[in-house]
């Protein structure tokens, strides 16, 4: 789950988050241009859709025993 705002700047970045990961895990795009192309300019900002870890996926597969 992608913070709604940047922690530094107070930004809105999760508008941003689900055109970013397409891009860049389907298209295979390069995560810079993607960023310059969604008008992220920020470090802070672009460090928070980079290192964004998808855990959802994680949490469910532990709850849920088969």
């Known amino acids: 789950m ?3 705002r940047c922690f530094t700047c107070g930004a809105v970045v999760a508008d941003k988050w689900e055109e970013f990961d ?3 895990n389907k298209d295979h ?3 810079k241009k993607v960023l310059d192309g969604l008008d992220i300019k920020r470090y802070c900002c672009r460090r928070m859709l980079i290192s964004n870890v998808e855990l959802i996926d994680e949490f469910m597969n532990i709850g ?3």
Do not use: A, F, Q, T
Request: aromatic fraction near 0%.
């Open 2 to 4: 992608i913070p709604v």
């Open 22 to 24: 397409r891009r860049v």
């Open 29 to 31: 795009e390069d995560p």
């Open 64 to 66: 849920h025993k088969s």
